[in-house]
């Protein structure tokens, strides 16, 4: 059993910053492509950044310039730096790995807030 143990999630102002982290076990995070996706009530989940094991990255246009994503391969950690953060960017975040099979982590609740 693939597990991807998430953290970092919580409660900020808008504006403010949040860190997330998706640990992996090595045989997973030294070949997939790691993604972060959100999941806000009553909508879709939506990928929010993802990047390769050769450390291609992509993002939705929504958090271009906001959050960054980027991976520590000797901590086999994935990591998505949220600044700017708006109301909009509430959600449950997810880390998935996708490669030859795709595996999801528990999710970590984000909310944006005054």
């Known amino acids: 059993q693939v597990q991807l143990v998430e953290s970092g999630g919580g409660l900020v102002q808008p504006g403010g910053s949040l860190r997330l982290s998706c640990a992996a076990p090595?045989?997973?995070?030294?070949?997939?492509?790691m993604g972060w996706y959100r999941q806000a009530p009553g909508k879709q989940r939506e990928l929010v950044a993802r990047?390769?094991?050769?450390?291609?990255?992509n993002y939705a246009d929504s958090v271009k310039g906001r959050f960054t994503i980027f991976r520590d391969n000797a901590k086999l950690t994935v990591y998505l730096q949220m600044n700017s953060l708006k109301p909009e960017d509430t959600a449950v975040y997810y880390c998935?790995?996708?490669?030859?099979?795709?595996?999801w982590g528990q999710g970590t609740q984000v909310a944006v807030s005054s």
């Open positions: 998935r790995a996708s490669a030859a099979y795709v595996y």
């Open positions: 090595e045989s997973i995070f030294s070949i997939y492509t």
């Open positions: 990047i390769t094991s050769g450390g291609t990255t």
